[in-house]
């Protein structure tokens, strides 16, 4: 499970092309940017199970930003 899940827009306006993220996983911390295409680049570590995590972030980010 994510915990304490944060994204804002890459830009001041709001708008495409993509969102920074951060998050705790097994208790580390994680950060990466969210491109529209639903693209996911880690700016830091990667974190194991990547492909779960990478499930979890385009769920959370579809409920919250495209909804």
Do not use: A, C
Not at 3 to 8: A, D, G, L, S, T
Not at 33 to 61: A, C, F, N, Q, S
Request: aromatic share 20%.
């Amino acid at each position: 499970m994510l915990q304490h899940f944060n994204y804002k827009p890459m830009y001041t306006e709001g708008t495409l092309p993509g969102w920074t993220f951060s998050f705790f996983y097994q208790q580390q911390r994680y950060t990466g940017d969210y491109m529209p295409d639903g693209e996911i680049r880690w700016t830091g570590d990667t974190p194991p199970e990547e492909e779960t995590v990478k499930k979890m972030i385009h769920e959370l980010m579809t409920f919250h930003v495209y909804e």
